[in-house]
């Protein structure tokens, strides 16, 4: 069993299956590169959204089913893996700023980038992260059988990562985002892009 810890507690409920995480106004993880264009929006450079983590050491696969209300913008229930607070990653379930429902990745190496994967049309989708070393990949699901890469990307990590749930508003009022049937298998899978 994982024992967990926080960067940037919050109030979190847990309920057999399910962990409900606050996510307080105007909280992200996002390391910003500057300006993009006169009417271009960039989020602010922020590390300050709940991460509710474990310690894992070696390779794994995590999952977890996420959903939300979708109140504002770039509002998110996420999974993140980190080395430390300048190289880390997330997949993120968000409603964009193209106001769609749909699976989003960050990478980030001092600095961040910004991916938007593919929309879904619910409000409830799984999340799976995958390692083999230094290798990642993050994969999506609709039905929590099936899943579909939606990033794959390398991290300069040690042995010992933290892995887990990560609650972000980064323009919004803040709201509970819900996470059920987390799984964290210590495995290595036979293809990282395939995710098993």
Not at 2 to 8: L, P, R
Not at 22 to 41: L, R, S, V
Not at 48 to 68: D, I, L, W
Request: charged share 25%; proline share 3%.
């Amino acid at each position: 069993m994982y024992n967990f810890n926080w960067i940037n507690e919050s109030v979190i409920n847990k309920e057999h299956n399910r962990i409900e995480i606050y996510a307080p106004k105007e909280t992200d993880f996002f390391c910003n590169n500057g300006a993009i264009g006169e009417e271009g929006i960039t989020p602010e450079s922020l590390c300050n959204a709940p991460f509710y983590y474990t310690e894992v050491a070696g390779n794994f696969v995590m999952r977890v089913k996420v959903s939300h209300d979708f109140n504002d913008i770039y509002d998110s229930a996420s999974i993140m893996v980190m080395k430390d607070m300048s190289y880390w990653a997330k997949a993120c379930f968000e409603l964009t700023d193209f106001d769609t429902h749909a699976v989003v990745s960050v990478v980030t190496k001092e600095e961040s980038d910004d991916a938007n994967g593919c929309n879904i049309e619910d409000n409830t989708v799984w999340l799976q992260i995958c390692r083999s070393g230094t290798s990642f990949a993050f994969h999506y699901s609709t039905d929590g059988e099936n899943y579909y890469m939606m990033r794959f990307f390398h991290l300069p990590v040690d042995e010992v990562v933290k892995v887990g749930l990560l609650a972000q508003a980064p323009l919004g009022s803040g709201g509970k985002r819900i996470y059920e049937d987390l799984l964290i298998e210590r495995k290595t899978v036979k293809n990282i892009r395939m995710g098993r």
